[in-house]
């Protein structure tokens, strides 16, 4: 009985970091090169087991513990591609990012939305972050002249050539970790620059399906109210038996 209250509450605990998951998700629906994260759900061994013990005192030691979230896995799929004709908007078809840098560090992105400040750089809409070529040092650009990116990420101002977008690429994306604001950090992995297509005037929309979505956290609520709906019916029970245990003989 009290086992079956411990796989139910594993099983609610489960179920709510699986609807954080996707609510993060459906909050970034309308969010610039946003990438959709799937929560990876995996059964819990039994604690004997993860006590290092493979040798069962009772039936009860070889049960298993549930199921839980042991990690929260980023969809590298690409996102739509939406035109915009801004000359200051860039979209990366294929795999890699765009390096960016706030003067401490360098970070990365899917996002190519960017303004030019009144020193050159391309800033990302929170001002702080410009971007980067794939040594970290900020992209300038002309302040004047009509402003052209080739598909390779060279820039031309007025059809000469002015520098250079560059793209860069992970042997394994699942080095890269979320730290907000639609940016990414490498874990460890040093990023080698790749011959990627940039698209001028278009921009990466977010992966996140809001139907797909949905469905998920209609299925991730129910079961989280069916193992809460399981717990009361085995506190109910316990305290049955509780007071059938009080009752005189």
Do not use: C, W
């Amino acid at each position: 009985m009290i086992n079956g209250l411990y796989l139910s509450a594993s099983g609610a605990l489960m179920e709510s970091a699986r609807h954080s998951v996707i609510a993060n998700n459906l909050a970034n629906v309308n969010t610039t090169g946003f990438r959709k994260d799937l929560a990876v759900v995996e059964a819990r061994n039994a604690e004997a087991v993860e006590d290092g013990l493979f040798a069962y005192a009772t039936p009860m030691d070889a049960m298993g513990g549930g199921a839980l979230v042991s990690e929260t896995y980023t969809n590298t799929m690409q996102g739509p591609i939406h035109v915009t004709n801004n000359p200051f908007d860039f979209a990366i078809e294929g795999k890699g990012f765009f390096p960016v840098t706030d003067g401490a560090g360098v970070s990365y992105t899917r996002a190519g939305t960017f303004v030019r400040d009144k020193e050159g750089r391309l800033a990302m809409p929170d001002g702080i972050h410009f971007l980067a070529s794939a040594s970290g040092n900020p992209v300038t650009v002309p302040l004047e002249g009509e402003l052209s990116v080739a598909g390779d990420g060279t820039i031309a101002a007025d059809g000469s050539a002015v520098g250079k977008i560059d793209v860069v690429a992970f042997a394994n994306e699942r080095a890269l970790r979320k730290i907000g604001a639609n940016l990414y950090a490498s874990t460890g992995e040093t990023p080698a620059v790749y011959a990627g297509r940039i698209e001028q005037g278009a921009l990466e929309m977010s992966s996140v399906s809001p139907a797909e979505e949905l469905s998920k956290m209609i299925l991730a609520s129910r079961g989280y109210e069916m193992n809460m709906q399981f717990i009361r019916m085995q506190d109910q029970t316990l305290a049955d038996l509780v007071t059938l245990a009080r009752m005189p003989m």
